[in-house]
T-cell receptor, first 115, second 112 residues
Framework: GAVVSQHPSWVICKSGTSVKIECRSL??????MFWYRQFPKQSLMLMAT?????????EQGVEKDKFLINHASLTLSTLTVTSAHPEDSSFYIC???????????FGQGTRLTVV | GNSVTQMEGPVTLSEEAFLTINCTYT??????LFWYVQYPGEGLQLLLK?????DKGSNKGFEATYRKETTSFHLEKGSVQVSDSAVYFC???????????FGTGTRLTIIP
């Protein structure tokens, strides 16, 4: 299957700082990327959907000014957690689709810990 | 609303045991159903899928049948191996829409 690379795989940051997470499709053009968040022992929750070259669509309850998503090219989307707080500590995972079929391919996820 | 409910884990089985992980969904319309697997330290991988009622998805010895009458998509494997130890997620979407709704995941551990 297609490969999606997410970086970093884990990060620790101080409260008040911003953290950027990258999601890259390595061997296909990702017209759509999805960002999910997973709390311990809970399901993955969709945060936002981004289409290349346009603004992301955020799910209800997700602060767009807090979680900045950029999808500037067909192979890269970034999620920036701004002014991070300990409650933002979570597992963030992206997926990417070329819109040619119903399968989206996932990155390996990023474990964010805010101290 | 639209949701996916799956068996809570963790599940621990001996090698060669029979596995069932239950999954039910509530949805209007005609969802596609998926099982994803997450091995330690890796991202989610699609294990199998079914796009319409009575379809059976299968891969690596795992099977799941799309049962519209019971709104279920239970995952089964006849003889599990240690290498099957992972977290399994049931998920659904709608045709042509890659937005996925996931269950909570079931951690499976297989002991030799």
């Amino acid at each position: 299957g297609a490969v999606v690379s997410q970086h970093p795989s884990w990060v620790i940051c101080k409260s008040g700082t911003s953290v950027k997470i990258e999601c890259r499709s390595l061997d296909f053009q990702a017209t759509t990327m999805f960002w999910y968040r997973q709390f311990p022992k809970q399901s993955l929750m969709l945060m936002a959907t981004s289409n290349e070259g346009s603004k992301a669509t955020y799910e209800q309850g997700v602060e767009k000014d807090k979680f900045l998503i950029n999808h500037a090219s067909l192979t890269l989307s970034t999620l920036t957690v701004t002014s991070a707080h300990p409650e933002d500590s979570s597992f963030y995972i992206c997926s990417a689709s070329d819109n040619m079929n119903t399968e989206a391919f996932f990155g390996q996820g990023t474990r964010l810990t805010v101290v | 609303g639209n949701s996916v409910t799956q068996m809570e884990g963790p599940v621990t089985l001996s090698e060669e045991a029979f596995l069932t992980i239950n999954c039910t969904y509530t949805a209007t319309g005609y969802p596609s159903l998926f099982w994803y697997v997450q091995y330690p330290g890796e991202g989610l991988q699609l294990l199998l899928k079914a796009t319409k009622a009575d379809d059976k998805g299968s891969n690596k010895g795992f099977e799941a049948t799309y049962r519209k009458e019971t709104t279920s998509f239970h995952l089964e494997k006849g003889s599990v191996q240690v290498s099957d130890s992972a977290v399994y997620f049931c998920a659904r979407t709608f045709f042509g829409n890659e937005k996925l709704t996931f269950g909570t995941g079931t951690r499976l551990t297989i002991i030799p």
